[in-house]
Nanobody, 119 residues
Framework: QVQLVESGGGLVQAGGSLRLSCAASERTFSRYNVAWFRRAPGKEREFVSTISWSGGNIDYASSVKGRFTISRDNAKNTVYLQMNSLKPEDTGVYYC????????????WGQGTQVTVSS
């Protein structure tokens, strides 16, 4: 079973940057597709970004495209989310999730890390 731990959240001013990390517990993490989701206060969880096991297929929500960059280092069993030009509406709890290649549902989830962007 894959254990996921997010880190890197914090409090920043609008226009600032943060880099989130999602560290996995097992070496087979490289075989999983990974995504970032977030939940803003009072809102439903929403999709942010995803990356395939090879890193060749990447997608972003329109709200973050051009500002966020997802990447992975399979040697370190880690996926990153670089967040630039942060806006107050980016505030929320950010979660990473993993699924096996060829599956639809994300089976493994981290506990989340808080991102707060002040105006």
């Amino acid at each position: 079973q894959v254990q996921l731990v997010e880190s890197g959240g914090g409090l920043v001013q609008a226009g600032g940057s943060l880099r989130l990390s999602c560290a996995a517990s097992e070496r087979t993490f490289s075989r999983y597709n990974v995504a970032w989701f977030r939940r803003a206060p009072g809102k439903e969880r929403e999709f942010v970004s995803t990356i395939s096991w090879s890193g060749g297929n990447i997608d972003y929500a329109s709200s973050v495209k051009g500002r966020f960059t997802i990447s992975r280092d399979n040697a370190k069993n880690t996926v990153y989310l670089q967040m630039n030009s942060l806006k107050p509406e980016d505030t929320g709890v950010y979660y990473c999730a993993a699924r096996g290649t060829g599956t639809q549902n994300y089976t493994y989830w981290g506990q989340g890390t808080q991102v707060t962007v002040s105006s």
